[in-house]
């Protein structure tokens, strides 16, 4: 199958986080040509320097720490920076309910780790650029998209080639994708009221080995741990005070931290830096069209308040590259639509799960009649007094339940 006249098998717009897993475990059929563009080189991270955490981190899953393991990109990770947390909390600042996961109940160390997206990036990067059978073009950005029958060809910006021809390629390229405007594939998107605000901040208590949220209407208030003293706090709120917010200096920043955050917060010694970001939730209609495949944000946003967007974007790199794997090795055309059918199948069914449940999440912990808060609440308590429903909630936070590709199952 492998024609001399394609530039590439699969060429992956997009190296970022899921475009580089995607790569990496294509590559693990040496029998496949890739190419990844990507149109902004990730900025250098030199752990020694100790440089200051960036804004974008992620709590990555158990599931997706072994899909970076997989292809090799743990230990990048771990060498350059992660925090672990072992414990997760969650409760309803209105009514009082509460539920706490803790790693030990599951017989694992850890429940995720917080990892900062560039590092995670860099770290699949490392891997790319030692691998034979894939080339990075960087900085080189798609410019156009013409789909045929048994080909696609791109035409590129800032490569060393200004045109490929390629069996497959896939759109990885984020909430934005080109790719999919390019193909003319719809995509439903409803924003949400809420906008989040990031805070990396230096707290008086050390080292914490838990991330927790707290429930109120006007969204949720969370903390994710960083490696010393330092931690990551996403405040959601209306897109007006979010902007207050962002605008305060950082004395009366860290004093409307202090009135509104919970105890658990404790003191705050500083404020490193702040960015705010809109939120929606989203779904294509379609993660294929002729030759072409969609995969991560360019197919699909949560709303972030379970940190679970990148890890389902993971998913879909692993479960793509499996599907194109098992083509390939059954001799069948990889960007035939019958194979990537498969593919959308497997991913659409995940996604949608995942999009309408943290929803309903999001819906249940706005303004809601007493009597639902108070079944809110008690359904809270008594995930947290069922050992049963407690583990089973804490497997798919883990992301070790669901239809999993063998990347991710262990
Ligand atoms: C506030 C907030 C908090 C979040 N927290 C979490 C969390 O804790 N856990 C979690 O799992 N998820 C989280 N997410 C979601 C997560 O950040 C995204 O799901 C993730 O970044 C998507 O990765 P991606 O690789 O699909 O897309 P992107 O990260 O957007 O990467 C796309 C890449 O494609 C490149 N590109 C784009 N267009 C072109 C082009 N034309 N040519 C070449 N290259 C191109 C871009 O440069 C980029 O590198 C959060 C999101 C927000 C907003």
């Known amino acids: 199958m492998n024609k001399p006249e394609f530039d590439a098998d699969v060429v992956v717009v997009g190296g970022g986080m899921v475009g580089g897993l ?100 860099l770290s699949l990067w490392d891997q790319l650029q030692a691998l034979p059978n894939v080339e990075c073009y960087c900085p080189a950005t798609l410019e156009s998209i013409d789909a045929h029958a048994d080909h696609v060809t791109l035409k590129l910006l800032g490569a060393p080639k200004s045109r490929l021809k390629a ?93 509104t955050f919970p105890q658990e917060l404790g003191g705050i010694n500083s404020v490193e830096a702040r960015a705010s970001f809109p939120i929606s939730k989203a779904h294509v209609d379609s993660y294929t069209a002729n030759r072409i495949a969609l995969a991560g944000d360019a197919a699909h946003t949560v709303h972030p308040l379970a940190g679970q967007g990148v890890n389902i974007g993971l998913l879909d790199a692993a479960a793509l590259a499996e599907t194109i794997i098992n083509a390939q090795k059954a001799e069948r055309d990889i960007g035939a639509a019958q194979v990537l059918a498969r593919y959308e199948r497997w991913r659409r069914f995940e996604n949608n799960l995942m999009i309408h449940s943290l929803d309903a999440i999001h819906k249940a912990f706005g303004e809601q009649p007493q009597w639902f808060k108070q079944l809110r609440s008690a359904g809270l308590n008594t995930v947290n007094n069922v050992p049963f429903v407690r583990n089973r909630l804490m497997l798919r936070a883990m992301g070790t339940e669901g239809d999993l590709p063998q990347l991710a199952r262990l």
């Open 167 to 259: 069996r497959l390629v896939v759109g990885a390229d984020g909430a934005n994708s080109l790719v999919r405007q390019q193909m003319g594939i719809s995509i439903e998107t409803t924003r949400y009221e809420q906008h989040a605000l990031v805070a990396n901040v230096t707290t008086a208590l050390p080292q914490q080995q838990i991330t927790w949220q707290r429930f109120v209407p006007t969204g949720p208030q969370a903390m994710l741990p960083l490696c010393g003293s330092k931690a990551s706090i996403v405040w959601y709120h209306n897109e007006a005070e979010v902007i207050r917010l962002k605008a305060l200096d950082e004395e009366a920043f860290i004093s409307e931290l202090m009135d």
């Open 22 to 121: 995607l790569a990496a475990a294509l590559s693990l059929d040496k029998s496949l040509r890739i190419v990844v563009l990507e149109s902004a080189e990730p900025t250098p991270f030199d752990p020694g320097s100790q440089p200051a955490y960036d804004l974008r981190v992620s709590a990555l899953s158990i599931a997706s720490r072994r899909m970076l393991e997989a292809v090799g990109a743990w230990d990048g990770i771990e060498s350059r920076r992660a925090c672990p947390y072992r414990d997760l909390s969650v409760w309803d600042g209105e009514v009082g309910g509460r539920t706490d996961f803790h790693a030990r109940d599951a017989g694992v160390p850890e429940l995720g780790y917080i990892v900062e997206n560039r590092v995670i990036q």
